[in-house]
């Protein structure tokens, strides 16, 4: 499934910006011109994004060959030089762009991710990314998490149910949304996870009456409650800290206890990191 995904996404990218053809190379450099060029990093961080590239060198154009030197997950700094590519110029040109788009956001999600991983050393937690992913790349923003060293939470609404606040209130109530979720399973013959979403700590402790679920969010719980809330866990089931937690606060949360921290911010209010692709 993944295959068709990427496949799909890289088929539509190329004919979003090349269209009926690249004009302004068609206009001025022979069809039958060769050359090389080379990625340069221009900023600090983690590379992520390489081997979707290849992907996407590949799709325009098989013949294009690439030395590489760096590689996804390696640490990056101005001046690095992360492959050279050679081949036709028109199909290099092609790709400058939607290479650029992919690795740049890709490294800039690793980069920013690893910046978070790195606050939770020496704790059990783990940092979670969200379905806060912009469409039609969320494949490639989940895998940059992975590069940076967080952990997917789930790729969409397919892999896990997550009962969350309107799910509950739906649901008619807790008891009735956990007990149809579990039907559910059974009937259709499904073996996925149940996460439900507690707002306080007394929607926590009907969901440990009812029991039957994999994991607990702790919704926009504050540290003091966080802690009470791990305690009446007592590790029977996955505990998730969620809402509003950022890079100064997430180190406070892990020390509570919690298992896993999700934060949106992973891929949705990312910079990209700085590269070019110049010709040799």
Known sequence: MIDKILDAFI???????????????LSCIPSTANGKAQ??????????GIEITKKVFSAI?????MEQFLFDGNKI???????IVGG?????????RLVLNIIQR????????????NKLIGTKAKVLDTRKTTPGMRYLEKLAVKIGGGENHRMGL?????????????????????NKAKE?????????????????LNELKEILKVGGIDRIMLDNFNYDQTREAVKLIDNKYETESSGGITLDTIRNYAECGVDYISVGALTHQIKSLDMSLKAI
Do not use: C, W
């Open 11 to 25: 088929k539509n990218a190329i004919a979003e910006d090349i269209g009926e053809g690249d004009h302004s190379s």
């Open 184 to 200: 559910y399973l059974r009937k259709n013959r499904k073996n996925i996870k149940i996460e439900i979403e507690a707002r306080n």
């Open 61 to 65: 154009d098989p013949t294009i060959s």
């Open 158 to 178: 397919y892999d896990m149910i997550m009962l969350k606040d309107n799910h509950i209130d739906f649901a008619g109530g807790i008891e009735p949304a956990i």
């Open 88 to 96: 036709k110029v028109h199909s290099i040109l092609k790709a400058e």
């Open 39 to 48: 990625l340069l990093i221009k900023q600090e961080g983690i590379l992520a």
């Open 77 to 83: 700094y101005p001046g690095d030089r992360a492959f």
């Open 106 to 117: 890709m490294s800039g999600i690793a980069t920013t991710t690893n910046i978070y991983v």
